[in-house]
T-cell receptor, first 108, second 120 residues
C-alpha cells in the first residue's frame, strides 16, 4: 500500500500569500497518477489537479501541481478568501487507492 | 450534465447490513470505472472500493475486504455497495465517484454523499 503523508497539517496564511502544500509517497506513484482535492465543510471534494500537474476543468490558474515519483507539491500562488479549506492528495495508480491525511489552510 | 445520486444510507445496528446505491446519468455509465469513498465524521477521505466499467474487476480496501461488495448494473446505470457485518468505525458519509484504478478522477464527478451510521 502506498502511504501518502501530507505536510504541514495546518497552514496559517493571509489572503494574497502563497501556499505550498507537500504530499510525500512511501513508494513511487505509478505514472504520476496523483490528484489534489479541495474540500469545504459539508461539501464533496472538488478536484483541482490530476496526473500530478494537469489542472482540472474550471480551476483557476493560481492552483498548480508539480512533482513526480514520491514527492508532489500543490501551490496556490495568491490565496483568495474562498481558498481557505482542507486539501487532500490521492494516488490512483495502484490498488489500494489512497488519500493523504489532509492539510488545512486557515486564515491567519 | 453528469449526475451521481447516492441513496440507501441510514442508521443500522452493529453487525447489520445495508446496500447503498448510486444512480448515474449524463455519461455512458458502462464505459467508466466507478468508486466508493467514505469520510468518517471530522476525519479525512478513505477510498473503499472500485469497479471497472464492465464490472469484471473489483478492488476493495483491506478495512472492508470480506464485508463489503461493490457491483454495478449497467442496464440501470447504477452502482452499488453491499455492506455487511457493519461496525461502529464504518460510520461515515459514503460518496460515489467517477474514477477507478488509473482513470477518471480528473473529471471530478462525485455524488453529494449518503450518511451511514452504525450504532445500537
Amino acid at each position: 500500500e502506498i502511504v501518502l503523508t501530507q505536510s504541514p497539517g495546518t497552514l496559517s496564511l493571509s489572503p494574497g500569500e502563497r501556499a505550498t502544500l507537500s504530499c510525500r509517497a512511501s513508494q513511487s506513484v505509478s505514472s504520476d497518477y496523483l490528484a489534489w482535492y479541495q474540500q469545504k465543510p459539508g461539501q464533496a471534494p472538488r478536484v483541482l489537479i490530476y496526473g500530478a500537474s494537469s489542472r482540472a476543468t474550471g480551476i483557476p490558474d493560481r492552483f498548480s501541481g508539480s512533482g513526480s515519483g514520491t514527492d508532489f507539491t500543490l501551490t496556490i500562488t495568491r490565496l483568495e478568501p474562498e481558498d481557505f479549506a482542507v486539501y487532500y492528495c490521492q494516488q490512483y495508480g495502484s490498488s489500494p487507492l489512497t488519500f493523504g491525511g489532509g492539510t488545512k489552510v486557515e486564515i491567519k | 450534465e453528469v449526475q451521481l445520486l447516492e441513496s440507501g444510507g441510514g442508521l443500522v445496528q452493529p453487525g447489520g447490513s445495508l446496500r447503498l446505491s448510486c444512480a448515474a446519468s449524463g455519461f455512458t455509465f458502462s464505459s467508466y470505472a466507478m468508486s466508493w469513498v467514505r469520510q468518517a465524521p471530522g476525519k479525512g477521505l478513505e477510498w473503499v472500493s472500485a469497479i471497472s466499467g464492465s464490472g469484471g474487476s473489483t478492488y476493495h480496501a483491506d478495512s472492508v475486504k470480506g464485508r463489503f461488495t461493490i457491483s454495478r448494473n449497467n442496464s440501470k446505470n447504477t452502482l452499488y455497495l453491499q455492506m455487511s457485518s457493519l461496525r461502529a468505525d464504518d460510520t461515515a458519509v459514503y460518496y460515489c465517484a467517477k474514477g477507478g484504478l488509473t482513470s477518471g478522477w480528473g473529471e471530478g464527478f462525485w455524488g453529494q454523499g449518503t450518511l451511514v451510521t452504525v450504532s445500537s
